[in-house]
């Protein structure tokens, strides 16, 4: 595996379903020096907390008189994956504000998903890693340890 390298002036993007990092390399590719550009969070209560609706009911078409539930929306799910298309367009932004060249995603698995199908792809092409962690609760110095030993 080879190792991973971030130039002065690469971002790296360090996102869960209701926390984003954007951290810029002032460092180098040996030292790396990551300063926060922006910070976001989202308020995202439990299902059950934001909504109250008992599941919904459904009666057969055949007469039979049979009825079965119909599954309950998972408003946190849905409220992580608007969350992530609100990122990649800030992240797009920022890309083409800041003319970055190399780019790195930290998400756990779900997220990074979610990630993956909102950013544009002319910033997909700036990616040259993902990583499935989920390293948004940890100090930005612990955050560029896990980068150079991944």
Known sequence: MQKLKLPYGSLVLVADGKKALFLFNKGDEKFLNLVTARVFNDDNPSTHE????RPGRVHSSDHSGRRSS??????HMLQEQHFAKEIAISLEKYVRSN???KIVVVAPARALGDLRSAIHADVKK???AEIDKDLTKHPVGEI???LLNA
């Open 50 to 53: 934001q909504g109250t609706d």
């Open 99 to 101: 003319n970055i060249k």
């Open 144 to 146: 560029e340890k896990h």
């Open 126 to 128: 700036h990616i040259v």
């Open 70 to 75: 119909v599954e309950l929306t998972d408003w």
